[in-house]
């Protein structure tokens, strides 16, 4: 039974595999793995799918990593967004998917030498294997701990790998950095923005060299972790530093516009951008905006989120010298209905993000919206709500036709995957978490981002400590902290990896924090019976709440995996 079990496997990893792969884009008896691989150009051909491994916004629906992934303190969901599993699920794609798209990086890997090209075609496409096998195991590793180490694409017979047992993450980290380093010396140097190259390797290996520098520093055996490794925090950190560097040496500088990295329908000239997703009008479509302005209620940021910006003055809420009120204010106006103008309520914040951040009026909607209490952005399309009353207009762009945004499938703006002001907040914190960083480190990296968001540059010596710093942190990686949460409100579900990473997921449980789940004051909007609140606030969890637990560091091991292999085990707390 333990045999048909395994084939049955495989050939599911197999057929799961072959549904997207360019080997079977022609008759099965025109190409085989004997003879596809005679040129580079069937390499790069095979090598292309790699480009669907980035989801972007979404393709046709709600998949994508900007805006839907809700587990975070930033955003309260229209549907409660507790932890992913309550229990020990049966399967998930989470952990087969991971596996399917290493083993799509081994056969490219496996097969460089059959190929008639230059030995720098070779290195480069040996490169972009290794990257991308970097890649996915990445993502194993940061959501399921310990995973077995793979070097090549498997078959039914290598018994001793798939019964194998699960390597300590840190030597599969170290793995992981080798592939990285390879990546980063050996593939093609070229500005393509929508292809694989040394940019993305290095964008890559910062991000991922960050992520394993900051959780080797601060883990905790209470978690059901190794003790702190400060040697090997320190090296993941040096290279998150080095490949920065390297980005930041390049011809890349920042987009005149923040809200333009997000909203744009190209990217192409966008002097920020790395890496992205295109999307094609009528061929290649998402429905973030559609989700962000249509009838379907928003999931709205909190107030936790919204007090995290800081006023003009460069100050946090308990120090500004700017007005601290966050109520918003009623006003009478007119509105258009069927093409007449019609009396309309606004309940205004633009009051309050005048003195803010400029990224929070780039971020959300200068009306709140919430239950029967609709608004329309852009005085034009479909009228909106939001769980918290603050509404999301990020994504959104105002020059589409209002059916390329408010419909489902139909929307084409493109989707940063890498990009600058992302590398410069990798550099300020990796040189924050060293304990060497300079102001000449600031000034070039944080303080541009600061400077375009219309706030004072952050000095060394911040000046002043925060007391909403929760984090048993120095005032000066909070401010930088702070600038990473500001910058990437929404993105990537970037919140809730950094938590993970900095070992503050118990900042996430709404008993000890419950800021993270309202959202908007709404106190001169008495007449509104029909939301839920607590106090004057909009309660976004619809009087639900999230409690920490330490297990929720990892993810359980399916339980149809470890049927197939007991050597797996299970992770803490999830047995």
Same mark, same amino acid.
């Given at each position: ?381 479909? %009228?909106?709500?939001? %769980? ?188």
């Amino acid at each position: 039974m333990k045999k048909i079990q395994l084939i049955h496997m495989v050939l599911s990893i197999l057929l799961s595999t072959a549904c997207n792969d360019f080997l079977d884009k022609g008759p099965l008896d025109t190409f085989t793995n004997d003879n596809f691989w005679t040129s580079e150009n069937n390499v790069k051909g095979y090598a292309n799918t790699f480009y669907q491994d980035f989801t972007g916004y979404g393709n046709a629906g709600g998949s994508g990593l900007f805006y839907f992934r809700t587990l975070s303190d930033d955003q309260a969901g229209n549907s409660f967004a507790d932890w992913t599993y309550q229990n020990v699920p049966a399967s998930s794609s989470s952990w087969s998917n991971g596996w399917i798209e290493i083993r799509r990086a081994h056969i490219l890997l496996d097969n460089m030498e059959k190929v008639n090209m230059s030995d720098e075609a070779k290195s480069h496409w040996k490169g972009v294997g290794r990257l991308m096998r970097a890649w996915h195991y990445y993502q194993l590793v940061r959501t399921y701990g310990d995973v077995p180490w793979i070097d090549k694409a498997l078959d039914i017979t290598d018994e001793g790998y798939l019964y194998g047992v699960r390597e300590n993450r840190d030597v599969v980290m170290d793995n992981v950095l080798d592939d990285l380093n390879y990546a980063c010396e050996h593939m093609y140097d070229n500005t393509s923005k929508t292809t694989l190259n040394r940019n993305v390797a290095h964008a890559m290996k910062a991000e991922i060299s960050l992520f394993e520098g900051t959780f080797r520093k601060y883990r905790r055996s209470e978690e059901g972790q190794s003790a702190p490794d400060a040697s090997g925090a320190n090296r993941f950190l040096n290279e998150t530093k080095s490949a920065a560097a390297w980005l930041m040496n390049k011809n890349f500088v920042l987009n005149s516009s923040y809200q333009g990295n997000y909203n744009s329908t190209n990217l192409a000239n966008n002097p920020e951008m790395i890496f992205y997703k295109a999307y094609k009008q009528d061929l290649l479509h998402h429905s973030l905006i559609a989700y962000i302005s249509s009838s379907t209620q928003l999931s709205g940021m909190t107030r936790d989120a919204f007090e995290s910006y800081l006023f003009r003055d460069g100050k946090p809420l308990a120090l500004t010298t700017h007005d601290k009120t966050d109520a918003a204010r009623m006003y009478v106006g007119t509105k258009i209905v069927a093409g007449k103008e019609v009396p309309d309520t606004v309940l205004s914040i633009t009051h309050l993000l005048g003195i803010r951040d400029k990224r929070l009026s780039e971020t959300i909607d200068t009306a709140l919206c919430y239950v029967d209490r609709g608004f329309t952005r852009f005085g034009s399309g479909i %009228s909106m709500t939001s %769980s918290t009353g603050y509404g999301v207009c990020k994504y959104d762009n105002k020059n589409l036709a209002n059916m390329y945004r408010n419909q489902t499938s139909q929307n084409f703006t493109h989707a940063p995957i890498f990009w600058l002001s992302v590398v410069y907040l990798q550099y300020a914190e990796a040189c924050a978490e060293l304990g060497s960083i300079t102001q000449a480190d600031l000034d070039q990296s944080i303080n541009k981002l600061k400077s375009r968001a219309g706030l004072p540059p952050l000095t060394v010596a911040v000046g002043f400590s925060d007391p909403a710093n929760n984090m048993n942190v120095s005032d000066l990686i909070w401010e930088i902290r702070r600038e990473r949460r500001t910058e990437l409100m929404f993105d990537n579900w970037n919140r809730y990896w950094d938590l993970i990473r900095w070992h503050q997921l118990d900042k996430l449980d709404s008993s000890d924090y419950p800021d993270i789940l309202l959202g908007a004051n709404i106190v001169n909007d008495p007449y509104n019976q029909s939301v839920d609140k607590v106090g004057s606030y909009v309660d976004g969890s619809k009087n639900k709440s999230r409690i920490y637990h330490s297990k929720h560091y990892w993810y359980p091991i399916p339980s149809d995996q470890i049927s197939l292999n007991p050597e797996l085990g299970q992770n803490p707390g999830w047995e």
